[in-house]
C-alpha cells in the first residue's frame, strides 16, 4: 500500500477548473518530484494534500494517506493530521515565519499542539528537531527571532517545524527557489538525509528540472492543472514520451546559437569601470559613535568591448546588484569612475553626464513592475528619447516605435495596448524594446530572465542572442543562475563579497574555475545532465548489488 | 494596506463597477443629496432663514414647516439646506488645502528620501499630529476671533500631514519600482518621474483620502461650531444649530433630531462612497475582503 | 532596547520644543502686543501699561520664552488675568476631570474595539461580518456632541439613569465620580470605538493573509488557534498607532463634551479664557494638552518595541 495515493483530484475555485483529473501516488523512504511551470497546478495539488484551499475551492476524487482516507476527515481531524502526519515546507522562508515568536517557540508549537508534552519537553524535542536541521545550540538558542536568522536558516527553521514530530509525509513546496544555489545544495541535502532517517515520503514539488532529477525517484510533470506524464525519473527523462516532457527539458538546458563576435580592440571600451567602490552607511547602534559603513562593492574594475556579451554571476547580497545600479548611475559612488565609449560618465562627487547616458539602457528582472501601468506601449518604449537632443517627433517616432517593437518580435498594433494586455514574457520584450530604442552601445540585463518560465526564458534568450548578433550591441548580463550566463555570454566575471574573485572566457571559467569560490558556486548548480547520470549509476549500482 | 491600488489598472469599466458596488451608490446618492441641497439653497429655500418669527418658535414638525422651527421661529428644514452650503464649502476648502500642500511636501519628501529636507518634512507633520484639530482651532481664535475662514485653516492645516504622510508612504514605495529606475536610466529628473510616474499612480489613494478627510472636515467643523469657534450667525450651520437647542432636546426634539441626522447622513454618505471607491479602484482588495 | 528608548526621548525632547515654540509664536508674537489684545480697544494707555509690566512684555520675546518653559518645569505658570489666581491651580483642578474622562473614554472605546474586531475578522463575510460593519461605519459618522445629547434624552431625560450634566467632584467618592463620567465617557467613546473595530478587523484579516499563518495551520493549528496564537500580536501592531491617536482626538472631544454635561474640566477653562481673552491661561492650558499627546505618542512607540522585536535592535 503507498503511503499517499491521489486518485482522479479535481478541483475548482469559485467555478475556476485549476486541476483535473490528477492521479499520484508515493511511497515511504521515497521522493515524488511534481514538476511544472507557474499556473501548472502544482503547489495545489499540495493544498489539496493538507486540505488547505482557499475559499471557494471545490474538490473530487480520493486523497489516501497511508490507506486512511482524507475525504472522510472532517477539518477537526486534518488539524490532527497536519503537522504531526504530513509536514510541510514553503517557497519563502523570509515570511514563513512569525517575525513576533522566538523560534524555540515556534517549533515547539507543533509538539505542543499535537502530544501531551510539557512546555519543557516540547522545548526539549524542539532543540533536537533544530539540531537535527543544521541549527546547533550555541549558535542558535531557541529563543532566538528570525529577524535576524539569514533565508537559508530561516528554512532550516521551518523544515524543523515540520519534521519534528517526524511525519511520515513530507511536502516541500519550491524550497529552495528563494535560495541561493550553495544555500539550495545544503537544503537539499538536508531533505534527503531526513528522507532517509525517518523514512519518510518526501513530495517535492519545483519548476527546476535538474533538482528534481537529482532528487527525486518518480516524477510527475504537470501542465495545465494536469499530469501529462509521470514515473521514474531515469526512463521518463530518456524516452520523454510526451512533447510537453521533451519541450521542458530542451527548454531548461537551452543555449541560443550565438555567431563569435569580434571585439574590436582599437576602439575604447563601452564600459570602462575603474576602483569603484560603494559604501553604504550602516544602521546607527549608538547615539554617540558614528554609524558604520558597509562596502558594497569594494575597488571593482571592469571592461566591456564593443559587441561583447560579458556575465556577472555571484549570491545574493554579493554587490551585483550595487555595482550595476553604479554603473547605471542611479546611486552615487564612494570612489572610481565609470567611462562608456571613453567619455567619463561618472566618479565619486561627480554626477552622472547626461550627455553619456544615452550610452547604456537596462532591462529589469519584473516584468510586472518595469512598467507605468497608465501608459501605452508607445509611450513606454519612447521614454529613453528624453535623452536625445532632438527626439524623433511623428512619422520619424512613428517609424522608430515600429521598428522596435518588430526587433523584439511583436507586432506594430501592439503600440497602442495598455501593459495589462501582455504575458510576462511579451512584457520583456517591451523592456528590451525600450532599452533598444535609442540604439545604447550597452545593455544591462539585470536578471531580466529569472522570472520567467523555462519555456519563455528560452524565447527571450534567443531573441537577445540574435539581436546581439544584428545591432552593435554589449550586453553586461546579471544573473545568479549560472547556465543562464553560461548559455549567453562571452566572457563572465564571478563576484562575491563586493570583490570580483574570478574572470575569464565563459567555458574556460565553467570548465576549469580557478577561485575556490567559483569551484564551490558550480558544484552546487544542479546541472541535468549529470544528475540524471549519477541516479542511473546509482540505481543500476542498486539493482546489481 | 499601503500598497493598494499602486498597480491597479487604467480605468477601463470603472464606470460599470461603481454602478454595481452598492457602498458607492448609496453613498454617491446621499452625498449629491446635500450637495444639491446647498446648491439650490442659493436660488431657492422654503423659507428666509435671517428672518426671526419669535411668535413661531419651536413648532413641531407639520405640512407648513416640515422639520418644524426653532427657537427663534425659523423654519429648520430651510436651516439645513443653508447649512449644508457652510459644512460643505468648509470642508472642501480644507480638503483642498490639505491636498495642494500635502501632496507636493510628500511627493517632495519620497523624491528626496533619506535627505535633510525628508526629515525635516516628516517632523513638522509629526508636530502638527501632536495638535488635535480642534487645539489648532482654539489657538486660532484665541487670536484671530471665531469665524467660518478661521475654521477652514485650523482645518486645513491638519489636512496637510495627512495627505503628505499619504503620499511620501505611496511614492516611496512606487520610488522602488523598476519603471520609475527605468526612467531615471532614461535621464528624468525627480520633479518629472513624480508628475510623470508617481502622481498619477496615486491619484487614487489621494481621492479615497480625500472622500474619507471630506467627511472628517464637516465633522469637525460641526464641532467647531458647537463650541461657537466656527461660522458666526446669522449664516445657519449644523453645529450651531445643535449649540442652540443644547437644552432643549426634551422640549422640541425636532431642533436637536435633524441638524444630528444631517451631518450623520452626509458623513456617511462620503464614507461610503470612499469606501466604495476603493474597492472599485482595486479589485485585488475586493476579492480579499 | 536602550540606543532605541534614547533616540525616542530624544525625539519626545524635540517634539515638544518645537510644540512649545509654536504656541508661544501664535499667542504672543502673532497678536502684536498682548497686553492692548487682552484688554481690548477701549483700554487706557496706563492699564496697557501697567499689565505690559505686570506681564514683563518689554523683555525681548526669546527671554519671555525661556522664563515660560523654566517656569513650567518649576511649576509655575503665570498668573491668569481675569481670575488673579496662578494658572497652574485652575489648571490642576481641572485636568483631574478632563484626564480621567479621556482614560475613561479611550479604555471603553478599546475594551469594545478589540472584541468586535475580532469577531468580525473571524468571521468574515458572514451576517455577524456584514452587520458590525454597518453599524460601525454608522458609528463612524456620528459627531459624538450630538450622541450625547442624544444620551442625554435617553438616559437622563426618559429613563432617569443618570443625571444630565454635572460633576460631583472625586471627594464625593471615586463611584460617584465614575458614574458622573459615564455618559460623556460612552459618548466619546462609541465613535471612536467604531473606528478602532474597523482598523483591528482589516489589520487583523491583512496579517491572516500573511505567509506565516500558512505555516501554522500546517503545523495543525485549528483556524481559531492561528488566529489567537499568530494573528493576533502582530495585528496589534497598527491598531496601536491608532489608540494613540485617538488620545489626541478623544482630549479634544473630552473639551467638547464637558460643556454639555456642565463638567469643570479643561474645556470649560479654556473656552472662558477665550472669550476673555486671558492668553496666559490659553497659553499653558494648550501646552499641557499637547504634552499628554506627545507623551502618549511616546508610549505608544515604545510599545511597539515590546510588540514587536524587530524594533527593538534600534531602528525602525
Not at chain 1, 528522507?195 to 495545465?224: N, P, R, S, Y
Not at chain 1, 537596462?362 to 513606454?380: A, E, K, T
Not at chain 3, 481675569?82 to 482614560?103: F, M
Not at chain 3, 426618559?158 to 465617557?185: C, E, H, N, V, Y
Amino acid at each position: 500500500m503507498s503511503l499517499l495515493e491521489i486518485d482522479k483530484l479535481s478541483l475548482s475555485i469559485y467555478g475556476l477548473p485549476i486541476l483535473r483529473d490528477v492521479s499520484l501516488s508515493l511511497e515511504a523512504g521515497k521522493v515524488l518530484g511534481i514538476v511544472g511551470e507557474s499556473g501548472s497546478g502544482k503547489s495545489m495539488t499540495a493544498m489539496s494534500v493538507m486540505q488547505l484551499l482557499p475559499g471557494g475551492s471545490e474538490w473530487s476524487g480520493h486523497i489516501r494517506l497511508d490507506g486512511r482516507s482524507l475525504n472522510e476527515c472532517s477539518e477537526k481531524e486534518m488539524c490532527r493530521i497536519r503537522g504531526n502526519d504530513i509536514g510541510m515546507v514553503f517557497q519563502e522562508p523570509m515570511t514563513a515565519l512569525n517575525p513576533v515568536q522566538t523560534i524555540g517557540d515556534q517549533v515547539a508549537e507543533t509538539i505542543l499542539i499535537h502530544t501531551g508534552a510539557s512546555k519543557r519537553e516540547a522545548k526539549a524535542i524542539a532543540r533536537e528537531a533544530l539540531n537535527r536541521v543544521g541549527l546547533p545550540e550555541d549558535r542558535f538558542p531557541l529563543d532566538r527571532y528570525p529577524h535576524n536568522l539569514s533565508g537559508g536558516q530561516r528554512q532550516r527553521v521551518v523544515i524543523a517545524m515540520a519534521i519534528a514530530l517526524k511525519p511520515r509525509l513530507l511536502i516541500a513546496d519550491e524550497p529552495t527557489t528563494a535560495l541561493d544555489v550553495t544555500t539550495q545544495a545544503q537544503i537539499l541535502t538536508l531533505l534527503k538525509r531526513l528522507v532517509e532517517e525517518d523514512d519518510m515520503g518526501l513530495v517535492l514539488i519545483t519548476h527546476d528540472l535538474a533538482v528534481v532529477a537529482d532528487m527525486a525517484d518518480e516524477i510527475a510533470i504537470m501542465k495545465d492543472g494536469e499530469v501529462v506524464e509521470q514515473g521514474k525519473t531515469v526512463p521518463l527523462f530518456r524516452q520523454m514520451s510526451h512533447p510537453y516532457t521533451k519541450a521542458l527539458f530542451e527548454a531548461s538546458g537551452h543555449v541560443p546559437e550565438r555567431k563569435t563576435h569580434e571585439i574590436d580592440a582599437a576602439k575604447p571600451p563601452v564600459v570602462q569601470v575603474e576602483d569603484v567602490v560603494r559604501d553604504y552607511a550602516l544602521p546607527r547602534t549608538s547615539l554617540f559613535s558614528a554609524p558604520g559603513r558597509f562596502r558594497a562593492v569594494d575597488n571593482v574594475s571592469l571592461k566591456i568591448a564593443r559587441g561583447e556579451n560579458v556575465g556577472l554571476v555571484g549570491e545574493s547580497g554579493c554587490g551585483k546588484s550595487t555595482l550595476t545600479r553604479a554603473i547605471l548611475a542611479l546611486d552615487a559612488i564612494q570612489g572610481g569612475e565609470i567611462r562608456l565609449n571613453g567619455d567619463l560618465f561618472s566618479s565619486a562627487g561627480g554626477g552622472p553626464n547626461i550627455k553619456s547616458r544615452r550610452q547604456v539602457q537596462v532591462v529589469f528582472q519584473d516584468p510586472y513592475s518595469s512598467f507605468n501601468p497608465r501608459h501605452r506601449v508607445d509611450r513606454l518604449i519612447t521614454e529613453p528619447f528624453h535623452l536625445l537632443d532632438n527626439p524623433p517627433t511623428g512619422a520619424e517616432r512613428r517609424e522608430r516605435i515600429v521598428s522596435a517593437l518588430t526587433d523584439v518580435g511583436l507586432q506594430a498594433s501592439d503600440a497602442d495596448k495598455y501593459i495589462h494586455e501582455f504575458s510576462g514574457g511579451q512584457r520583456q520584450r517591451i523592456a528590451i524594446a525600450r532599452a533598444l530604442i535609442i540604439e545604447p552601445s550597452l545593455i544591462v540585463l539585470d536578471e531580466a530572465v529569472s522570472a520567467l518560465d523555462v519555456s519563455i526564458r528560452a524565447q527571450i534568450l534567443d531573441l537577445l542572442a540574435d539581436l546581439s548578433d544584428r545591432l552593435a550591441v554589449s550586453y553586461l548580463f546579471i544573473s545568479h543562475d549560472l547556465s543562464v550566463v553560461r548559455a549567453i555570454t562571452d566572457r563572465v566575471m564571478v563576484m562575491k563579497a563586493g570583490k570580483i574573485v574570478e574572470e575569464g572566457p565563459t567555458e574556460d571559467v565553467f570548465l576549469n574555475p580557478q577561485h575556490a569560490y567559483t569551484k564551490e558556486l558550480l558544484a552546487a548548480t544542479p546541472i541535468l545532465d549529470a544528475a540524471l547520470s549519477a541516479r542511473e549509476a546509482r540505481e543500476n549500482r542498486n539493482s546489481e548489488g | 494596506m499601503s500598497d493598494m491600488s499602486l498597480n491597479s489598472r487604467p480605468s477601463s469599466g470603472l464606470l460599470g463597477s461603481a454602478l454595481r458596488s452598492p457602498s458607492f451608490m448609496i453613498g454617491f446618492l446621499l452625498t449629491l443629496l446635500f450637495v444639491l441641497a446647498a446648491v439650490i439653497s442659493f436660488f431657492w429655500v422654503p423659507y428666509d432663514v435671517t428672518v426671526l418669527n419669535i411668535p413661531n418658535k419651536l413648532k413641531p414638525p407639520s405640512l407648513e414647516h416640515w422639520f418644524g422651527t426653532d427657537i427663534f421661529g425659523r423654519d429648520i428644514f430651510s436651516m439645513i439646506m443653508v447649512g449644508a452650503r457652510v459644512s460643505i464649502a468648509v470642508a472642501l476648502v480644507a480638503v483642498g488645502i490639505g491636498i495642494v500642500a500635502g501632496v507636493p511636501l510628500g511627493l517632495l519628501a519620497a523624491a528626496r528620501h533619506g535627505s535633510l529636507l525628508d526629515e525635516v518634512i516628516m517632523r513638522g507633520n509629526d508636530l502638527v499630529f501632536a495638535f488635535p484639530a480642534l487645539l489648532i482651532a482654539i489657538m486660532i481664535t484665541a487670536v484671530f476671533g471665531p469665524g467660518a475662514i478661521n475654521a477652514i485653516i485650523a482645518i486645513g492645516i491638519f489636512n496637510i500631514p495627512v495627505f503628505a504622510r499619504l503620499a511620501r508612504g505611496a511614492a516611496l514605495s512606487l520610488w522602488t519600482r523598476d519603471y520609475v529606475l527605468a526612467a531615471r536610466v532614461a535621464g528624468k529628473g525627480q520633479a518629472r518621474i513624480s508628475a510623470e510616474h508617481i502622481l498619477p499612480n496615486i491619484l487614487n489613494l489621494l481621492i479615497v483620502q480625500g472622500t474619507i478627510q471630506f467627511s472628517l472636515g464637516i465633522l469637525a467643523e460641526a464641532g467647531l461650531a458647537f463650541v461657537g469657534l466656527g461660522t458666526q450667525p446669522p449664516l445657519p450651520s449644523w453645529g450651531r444649530m445643535l449649540a442652540e437647542h443644547q437644552t432643549l432636546y426634551a422640549l422640541a426634539p425636532q431642533t436637536v433630531i435633524f441638524p444630528g441626522l444631517a451631518i450623520v447622513l452626509t458623513v456617511l454618505g462620503l464614507n461610503l462612497m470612499g469606501d466604495g471607491l476603493r474597492d472599485i479602484f482595486d479589485p485585488r482588495l475586493r476579492r480579499a475582503r | 532596547m536602550l540606543p532605541f528608548l534614547a533616540r525616542r526621548i530624544g525625539s519626545l525632547a524635540l517634539s515638544l520644543i518645537a510644540a512649545s515654540i509654536v504656541i508661544f509664536l501664535v499667542i504672543e508674537v502673532v497678536p502684536g502686543d498682548p497686553a492692548s489684545f487682552m484688554l481690548g480697544l477701549n483700554a487706557a494707555p496706563d492699564t496697557v501699561a501697567a499689565l505690559r509690566e505686570s506681564l514683563g512684555l518689554d523683555a525681548p520675546a526669546f527671554v519671555r520664552y525661556w522664563e515660560w518653559i523654566t517656569g513650567m518645569f518649576r511649576g509655575e505658570f503665570g498668573v491668569s488675568y481675569t481670575y488673579k489666581v496662578p494658572v497652574g491651580n485652575l489648571i490642576a483642578d481641572r485636568v483631574w476631570v478632563s484626564l480621567p474622562l479621556t482614560i475613561y473614554a479611550l479604555t471603553l472605546s478599546t475594551l469594545i474595539a478589540f472584541p468586535v474586531g475580532v469577531l468580525a475578522a473571524a468571521r468574515r463575510n458572514s451576517p455577524t461580518d456584514v452587520s458590525i460593519m454597518g453599524v460601525t461605519q454608522l458609528g463612524i459618522a456620528v459627531p459624538n456632541f450630538w450622541f450625547a445629547m442624544l444620551l442625554q434624552l435617553v438616559f437622563a431625560g426618559i429613563l432617569r439613569w443618570f443625571s444630565a450634566g454635572g460633576f460631583p467632584g472625586w471627594d464625593a467618592g471615586f463611584w460617584a465620580g465614575m458614574k458622573a463620567m459615564t455618559l460623556p465617557a460612552v459618548a466619546l467613546a462609541l465613535p471612536q470605538a467604531s473606528i478602532l473595530a474597523r482598523v483591528m478587523r482589516s489589520s487583523l484579516l491583512d496579517t491572516l493573509g500573511e505567509d506565516f499563518i500558512r505555516t501554522a495551520r500546517a503545523k495543525g493549528l485549528s483556524r481559531r488557534q492561528a488566529l489567537w496564537r499568530h494573528a493576533i500580536r502582530n495585528a496589534l501592531i497598527p491598531v496601536l498607532t491608532i489608540i494613540g491617536l485617538q488620545f489626541s482626538f478623544l482630549l479634544a472631544g473630552a473639551i467638547i463634551i464637558e460643556r454639555i454635561f456642565y463638567f469643570p474640566g479643561m474645556g470649560s477653562l479654556i473656552f472662558q479664557a477665550i472669550t476673555q481673552r486671558d492668553l496666559i491661561v490659553v497659553k499653558s492650558a494648550v501646552m499641557l494638552l499637547v504634552f499628554a499627546v506627545i507623551l502618549v505618542t511616546f508610549l505608544v512607540d515604545v510599545t511597539y518595541a515590546i510588540a514587536d522585536p524587530r524594533l527593538r535592535r534600534g531602528r525602525s
